[in-house]
């Protein structure tokens, strides 16, 4: 299993939310995601915000343009009764950190953002996990799959224009 201390830049703890809300949010917030753990976790191209709790099979749940990873707060608990639920904010996004734009926007590609969830899965222990994305998400999602099919299990795409990810079908 991977070191995820190393790779873990900080974990919010209950006083951080009355402490420190503009860095780490509400306590109000935080409620909405009981026993989730909240942290900071380093990639190789960006440090990502994200919250992860439950148990089971790991499903990884990537939000739309213009959300966060607070998005899916009406059904993270209940999924989290049944699967290990990975909820990242992707990078530029929420309080994730905004790398450099690099030559032609390539830090901010859909492989880029896909690489940092095979990092982040990899560091919590998963090798192979399902993985739903709406909008946005979706597209890094599908992309994830098409780089690194041996690592999903299951894809769920949602709310994303077909065309923009698919060929079109013909007849």
């Keep these: 299993?991977?070191?995820?201390?190393?790779?873990?830049?900080?974990?919010?703890?209950?006083?951080?939310?009355?402490?420190?809300?503009?860095?780490?949010?509400?306590?109000?917030?935080?409620?909405?995601?009981?026993?989730?753990?909240?942290?900071?976790?380093?990639?190789?191209?960006?440090?990502?915000?994200?919250?992860?709790?439950?148990?089971?099979?790991?499903?990884?749940?990537?939000?739309?343009?213009?959300?966060?990873?607070?998005?899916w707060y009406k059904v993270a608990a209940k999924l989290a009764e049944h699967f290990h639920v990975v909820l990242p904010d992707l990078r530029g996004y929420g309080d994730s950190s905004l790398p450099e734009p690099g030559p032609d926007n390539v830090n901010f590609s859909f492989s880029e953002m896909a690489r940092d969830l095979?990092?982040?899965?990899?560091?919590?222990?998963?090798?192979?996990?399902?993985?739903?994305?709406?909008?946005?998400?979706?597209?890094?999602?599908?992309?994830?799959?098409l780089d690194q099919p041996d690592r999903v299990s299951r894809l769920c795409l949602m709310d994303v224009n077909r065309r923009a990810i698919l060929p079109p079908l013909s007849g």
């Excluded at 991977?2 to 830049?9: D, K, W």
């Excluded at 899965?121 to 999602?141: I, K, N, P, Q, S």
């Design 1 to 71: 299993m991977p070191n995820v201390a190393s790779q873990i830049v900080a974990v919010a703890s209950e006083a951080d939310y009355r402490i420190d809300p503009t860095r780490w949010g509400s306590a109000a917030v935080a409620a909405h995601f009981p026993g989730f753990r909240h942290l900071d976790m380093r990639t190789s191209g960006a440090t990502i915000r994200l919250r992860h709790g439950g148990s089971g099979l790991p499903l990884l749940l990537v939000h739309g343009n213009p959300q966060n990873h607070t998005c």
């Design 118 to 145: 095979i990092e982040v899965m990899r560091a919590l222990g998963h090798e192979r996990f399902m993985v739903a994305g709406h909008d946005r998400g979706a597209r890094t999602a599908f992309r994830l799959v």
